[in-house]
């Protein structure tokens, strides 16, 4: 198979994983909450009932739900998510605009920390192999991944926002500070690009913390595969050569072995990617950051369906090109993974 | 089977993790048992307010002292621990099962099937297990039962694609032919043949993956979507806390570390007996 083919087959797979979210999702979330005309509009539902027949017949609630589903379908394919009663009735279309560039950022920080540490720790994990450097490491990064996401968050939410007060905690940005334009609608990429640097450094600032908790609980998986892949590409024959040959050690290990060591991390980093995004869920609930991830809680909390629908489609919709970009590039890496 | 006993014998990490996950075992057991029969175990009733002075840190009487309703930090962390262990042992044995037997039909009858078994399971591995788990639990209702059916439904793809490379992998061997040939049938070649010889091999990715659910549960636990106040959990322990970490550090602190601790046992043994497999 070549790769145009390969990648139609892959965006024919993710259709099929999005429509089938959707579905089970819209089914599921029908059943989430009893009353959802009293959990949307509080106690006015009871105080004006013709209010809420009017909510009632406008978000077609009282239709059987396959009608409610077509209706749903037909909104989507108008680029129209519904409006979501958690936040005051606003488009989910604006709220997912406001919520997923705030998440898409600290998952970017969060892979690039996650990526460096894993790969340091793992090539010095290999290159000092079964001494006190190797033991520790593995019980740095075994705590790491054991650990979960929002005790993390919460342990450098005390260290370094309330104790030491080196950063700050709670929203993504210093709220006294000007709004970037829009130009690819990622705050931190605007600011940077419009030369704000007040905002940029304000939002980096907000981000470090919950990023870091990310990476601390991702990066074991990349140290651990990296050391082993490391160990088993040193005995190889054409590493002996290269010793053979009278370079030292240092030039083996750097330019030879961890080169060809490096594969299965990139294999890895789809899985990677995928525990970053949902891992936002509970770091940014911790941190109260504005992202996608607290949206989805208040959500579910608020019986907001098509809140919740939404949020899940575009968490499954991240994933699957995550997937996809890392699988490509997996690809590219590797010339003789056979594509298929 | 006993070679590999005896290599995870002298393996220090393996060791320890198994002694983390059987105390992790018995207490559940025990509790789950007392709490059944209507008999406290426990220095103090998990509810039982007043149990001493409030927010009081740990001391003899109370080892992880008190929240500010008095009650015993201890007994309700020991109340708790069914909860994570039967959600974490249960959806994965859960998983075990149907992964076993959805990836040995899948290799054993190949064609058809076989595509749209994997298909199935693909589709179903690409969701996004965490939010698709959270709107399950949502929609059924709080509670660890609910919790556990929620993640049950999510969480078997990655059994069923392992359980099917490695039936794959024996399915082409000799024995296998030849039980074929004799006339065997395939469940009987799955049930006789496959599954035995698959299932070491699954049974360590699994307890590797126990932790995982743990920490998984735990974090649906903090959302605030498994148990209703007052019953204990340890992931609702920590969010009910945390605004006490500076004052009383002990009670956002003691259930933190004790989910980390239960992950970290259940990834010590599972590496401990992969690494005896190798060796073995």
């Not at chain 1, 979330?29 to 509009?41: E, F, T």
Request: aromatic share 10%.
């Amino acid at each position: 198979m070549n790769l145009p083919q390969y990648v139609l087959r892959r965006l024919f797979f993710a259709v099929i994983v999005v429509l089938s979210v959707i579905t089970i999702t819209f089914v599921l979330s029908h059943y989430v909450g009893s009353d959802v005309i009293v959990a949307w509009l509080g106690k006015s539902a009871a105080l004006h009932p013709q209010l809420a027949q009017l909510y009632a017949a406008k978000y077609h609630l009282n239709e059987p739900i396959w009608v409610q589903y077509y209706y749903y379908i037909v909104g989507l394919l108008q680029g129209n998510f519904g409006y979501s009663p958690s936040r005051g009735f606003l488009p989910v279309l604006a709220v997912i605009g406001q919520t997923l560039p705030l998440t898409l950022q600290l998952v970017f920080f969060a892979f690039v920390i996650s990526l460096g540490l894993g790969v340091l720790l793992g090539a010095l994990s290999a290159r000092y192999g079964h001494t006190y450097v190797d033991g520790g490491i593995r019980a740095f990064y075994l705590a790491g991944y054991s650990s979960p996401p929002f005790f993390v968050a919460l342990v450098l939410l005390i260290v370094f926002a309330s104790i030491l007060q080196l950063l700050p905690s709670g929203t993504a940005v210093d709220s006294s500070l000007a709004q970037p334009s829009l130009i690819s609608g990622i705050p931190i990429l605007d600011s940077l690009l419009e030369g704000k640097w007040a905002y940029f450094a304000s939002a980096v600032e907000h981000a470090i913390l919950p990023s870091l908790a990310l990476a601390l609980v991702t990066f074991g998986v990349i140290t651990r595969i990296l050391r082993s892949s490391l160990m088993e590409v040193l005995q190889m024959n054409y590493i002996r050569t290269a010793r053979a040959k009278g370079l030292d050690e240092n030039a083996v290990f750097y330019r030879h072995a961890l080169r060809n060591a490096f594969i299965p991390v990139v294999t890895l980093s789809s899985i990677i990617l995928t525990w970053l995004i949902t891992g936002t869920i509970f770091v940014e609930n911790v941190f109260a950051y504005p992202g996608l991830g607290q949206y989805v809680v208040t959500a579910l909390l608020g019986q907001d369906y098509p809140g919740i629908l939404a949020a899940t489609i575009v968490f499954a919709v991240t994933i699957a090109v995550g997937n996809l970009v890392a699988d490509l590039l997996y690809a590219v890496v590797d010339p003789q993974i056979r594509l298929g | 089977m006993r070679s590999i006993l005896a290599i995870m014998g002298s393996n220090r990490e393996a060791k320890i993790g198994a002694v983390i996950v059987a105390v992790f075992l018995l207490t559940a057991i025990v509790v789950g048992v007392a709490t059944a029969l209507g008999i406290t175990v426990t220095p103090y009733g998990p509810v039982q307010t007043d149990t001493g002075p409030k927010l009081a840190p740990p001391s003899l009487s109370h080892l992880f002292g008190t929240d500010l309703l008095g009650r015993d930090v201890f007994s309700r962390i020991i109340v708790a621990t069914p909860n994570d262990v039967s959600v974490g042992v249960g959806v994965v044995a859960f998983a075990l099962v149907v992964g076993l037997i959805i990836g040995s039909i899948a290799a054993v009858k190949g064609g058809l099937l076989d595509e749209l078994l994997m298909r199935f399971t693909d589709v179903v591995f690409a969701l996004p297990a965490l939010v698709i788990a959270m709107v399950i639990a949502v929609a059924l209702g709080p509670g660890v039962t609910n919790m556990m059916i929620a993640l049950m439904i999510i969480w078997w793809p990655p059994h069923a694609r392992l359980a099917r490379g490695e039936a794959l992998k024996v399915s082409h061997q000799n024995y296998i032919r030849s039980a074929r040939l004799a006339g065997l049938g395939t469940w009987k070649i799955i049930f006789r043949h496959v599954i035995p010889n698959i299932f070491v091999i699954m049974l360590v990715y699994a307890t590797l993956d126990v932790g995982t659910v743990i920490l998984v549960y735990a974090g649906l636990s903090y959302l605030g979507l498994s148990v209703k106040p007052p019953a204990p959990d340890w992931g609702e322990m920590v969010s009910a806390f945390q605004d006490y970490l500076i004052t009383a550090p002990w009670l956002p602190i003691v259930p933190g570390l004790i989910i980390s601790i239960g992950v970290i046992g259940f990834s010590l043994l599972g590496d401990g007996i992969r690494d005896a497999l190798e060796a073995g």
